[in-house]
Structures are given as structure tokens and as C-alpha cells.
């Protein structure tokens, strides 16, 4: 049975799997130290609050148009150019900031847009790269689990040292820090082999994916590839939205009990359990196809999510949102890997990052909404709501859509 090991002792895969968390531990910092920073360098939350969502705006919206860049020009040629405007965009962010007071709100947040617009897609490129470094799809499965608990892990570490540089010296360091990350991981990454452009003959054949149920031989490119990811991109943004409320709910919870300070125990729960979760899923060879385990991890999400509203104290909330947790990187994983495996070469990186940005966006969605909830609804009541989309998304993608043959003879009859 393929494990971690032989994953990570694959030609090239340390370097390149380096290359890029190096890279990607620049997000895990960037958002808290440029909140930081320019809240120092202004006063203000409410410049803070719309400099932030300007920039995950930007970011989110635009991943799919970056990644497509990528896919055209490969990530050895259009990453470096990408990574150096990001770059250069944060350090400019890092000077607006350094002293308070001396920069207009309006540059801050012009610079927060370009800087947004130009976000590199290392996660997509990564995944991407997994699948032309290991053609074998239970091999191809434990890379994907592992990319995604990697990534869980350093959006733990990244908020602690942003929050460390804050603590010790100027916040707007941290953006520097952020700054230097990307680039060098960026670099780094278009620098190893598997990112450089090859001939079709070099790269290895992919074996066929069992998983594969939602028109994988459709040729596409650009935003109509979307139409051929619903299943990933719909369970992607039900997790993220449900998620995206458990933040708020937790803080809710704690005020409720007068324990403000377990928030961050209960978010760690939660960490630790997608990263035991996705552990190990990755390594369970299945013999299901990935598009029926993926309704089945989103009703766990979805259960486990609304039971967790029933908690009767701040130990039982933990111990739940950990069982919570343990459906979060799987569900990932497999969105991730049907949507890789269901694009063209032509529109990988496209595809992953569709996936991304579906999350994230409908996390910042469901913050949104379970805040104006949570003013006339109890704790309860709150958890439902949230954990509706997960629900309704496993029983939408378990319909299986008709064959085209099975239509065309019903039209026929």
C-alpha cells in the first residue's frame, strides 16, 4: 500500500513540496500582519475592516484569471513576474504603514487591491504539479491529503508569528517577512524541475481515476470549466460557509459563558482534528469513488456541525467541533482531487483554484451572516442554519445526473 513515504520520496517531490509551503506560509501571515499594521498606521478598524475584505476580495475573485495565466504560459514563466508584483505590492504596504498617520486611506487601499489582484495560486500550482509528479491515483490521494493538512498547519503557525512580530517590533514587519516568503518560495518552486516546461512524451501517463464521474472528457478552458466542477466547487463553498460561521459561533459561545480565552482551545480542536482527519483519509486506500464519498463527508460535516449546537458547556463545544474537524481536510481533499482529475492538463490549475476560491469566498460569506443571525437567534437555532449548507449540498451531488445515452433515449421514447 502507497503511504506519506513513498509520496515525499518521489523525484523532485521534497524540493518542490518545500518550495511551495515555504511560499504558502506567506498567507498564513499576511492577513493578521497587514490588519495589524494598518490599524497601527491609521486608528481606525473600520479602515482596517474594508482594507482586509478589499483585499480578500481582490484575491479571491481574481485566483481563477491568475490560474488560468499559469496554465497558459506554465507556472516556470508566469509565476516569478507574479510573485515579484505581489511582492513588491506588500513591501510598498509595509512602508505606507511603518509610521502612523502619514499615508491616505485611499493609497492604502489602492495598494491592497494590487496587491490582492496579483496573489499567486501556489496551493493550485501544487496540486497541479502532484498530479504530473505521480500519475498513480492512491499515490496522487495521499499527496492531495497531505498538501491539505500542510496547509491547515500553516495557517496555524502563520497568525502566531505574525502576532509574535507585533508583540516584539513594528507589525508592518510581518508584512515584510510575508513579503520575502512568497517570493522566495515562488522562485523557488518555478526553479524546480517539475514546474519547468517539458515535452508530452516526459510526463508521466495518468492512470485512470475510478473517481471520475462528471465529464472529464470535456475539453474547456477559462471560466467555462467551472461548469464541469459543481460537485467540488459546491461541497467546497457549503465548508467554507459553515466554517466561516463556526469562527463567530465559538466566540459567541464563549462570551455566553463568560470564557472568552477558550476560543482559541476550541479552534485548536478544530485544527487538530482536520489535520487527523486528513492524515488519515489520505492513507485508506478506498475503494469508493471519490464523487460518492464526497456527499457522504459533507453530511458529517453537516451532522457533526449541527450537533455541536446542542453542546451543553464549553468542553463538550471542543470535544465536538474536533469531530467536526475530522471531515474538514477530507472534504478538501476530495473536492480537490475530483476537480483535478475531472480538468484537462490544459485547465488544472484552473480547476484547483476554482475550488479555492469557491471556499473562501463563501466563508467570508457565511462570517457575514451568521453575524447578523446571531442578533435575534439563539446558539442553537445559529448552528442549524449553518450547518444547512453542507446538507443540502451532499444531497444535491448525490443525484446522479444522467448519462447523455440514458437521455437520448428518453427523448427518443
Not at 509610521?99 to 499567486?120: E, R
Not at 496540486?127 to 491529503?145: K, N, V
Not at 459561545?253 to 476550541?266: D, E, Q, T, Y
Request: contains cysteine; hydrophobic residues 55%.
Amino acid at each position: 500500500m502507497p503511504s506519506y513515504a513513498a509520496v515525499l520520496r518521489t523525484p523532485h517531490a521534497v524540493r518542490t513540496f518545500g518550495s511551495a509551503l515555504l511560499g504558502r506560509l506567506s498567507y498564513g501571515i499576511v492577513y493578521l500582519a497587514l490588519m495589524l499594521a494598518v490599524i497601527r498606521a491609521t486608528g481606525s478598524y473600520s479602515v482596517a475592516g474594508v482594507f482586509v475584505a478589499l483585499f480578500g476580495l481582490t484575491s479571491g475573485v481574481l485566483s481563477p484569471v491568475r490560474a488560468r495565466i499559469i496554465d497558459r504560459h506554465g507556472p516556470s514563466r508566469a509565476l516569478p513576474p507574479m510573485a515579484a508584483v505581489y511582492a513588491s505590492a506588500l513591501t510598498a504596504l509595509a512602508v505606507a504603514t511603518w509610521h502612523p498617520g502619514t499615508t491616505p486611506d485611499l493609497l492604502l487601499y489602492g495598494l491592497s487591491a494590487v496587491a490582492g489582484s496579483s496573489t499567486p495560486p501556489l496551493g493550485p500550482i501544487m496540486r497541479s504539479l502532484w498530479s504530473d509528479l505521480l500519475p498513480e491515483p492512491a499515490l496522487r490521494q495521499r499527496a492531495f491529503s497531505l498538501d491539505t493538512v500542510a496547509e491547515e498547519v500553516l495557517y496555524i503557525v502563520g497568525p502566531l508569528l505574525a502576532g509574535a512580530v507585533a508583540a516584539l517590533t513594528n507589525p508592518a514587519l510581518g508584512v515584510v517577512l510575508s513579503a520575502i516568503l512568497i517570493l522566495t518560495g515562488s522562485l523557488l518552486l518555478a526553479m524546480s524541475p517539475p514546474a519547468r516546461p517539458r515535452p508530452a512524451a516526459d510526463i508521466p501517463a495518468r492512470a485512470p481515476a475510478p473517481a471520475v464521474s462528471t465529464g472529464a472528457s470535456a475539453r474547456t478552458s477559462g471560466f467555462r470549466v467551472v461548469a464541469h466542477l459543481y460537485r467540488p466547487i459546491l461541497i467546497s463553498a457549503s465548508a467554507g460557509m459553515c466554517l466561516g460561521a463556526l469562527s463567530l459561533l465559538v466566540v459567541a459561545a464563549a462570551r455566553n459563558a463568560n470564557h472568552l480565552a477558550a476560543v482559541a482551545w476550541i479552534e485548536a480542536a478544530l485544527a487538530v482534528g482536520s489535520v487527523a482527519g486528513g492524515l488519515a483519509y489520505g492513507a485508506v486506500t478506498w475503494r469508493m469513488p471519490g464523487s460518492r464519498r464526497l456527499p457522504l463527508l459533507a453530511a458529517g460535516l453537516g451532522t457533526s456541525f449541527a450537533v455541536a449546537g446542542l453542546s451543553a458547556n464549553l468542553y463538550v463545544l471542543a470535544a465536538l467541533v474536533g469531530v467536526i474537524g475530522l471531515f474538514v481536510s477530507p472534504s478538501l481533499t476530495t473536492a480537490y482531487l475530483l476537480a483535478d482529475e475531472t480538468a484537462t492538463p490544459e485547465t488544472r490549475t484552473q480547476a484547483g483554484a476554482w475550488v479555492n476560491t469557491a471556499f473562501n469566498l463563501a466563508n467570508s460569506a457565511g462570517t457575514a451572516l451568521i453575524g447578523l443571525l446571531l442578533a435575534g437567534l439563539s446558539l442553537p437555532v445559529c448552528f442549524a442554519i449553518a450547518a444547512t449548507p453542507p446538507l443540502l449540498a451532499a444531497l444535491s451531488t448525490s443525484v446522479r445526473r444522467p448519462s447523455r445515452r440514458a437521455a437520448s433515449l428518453d427523448a427518443m421514447t
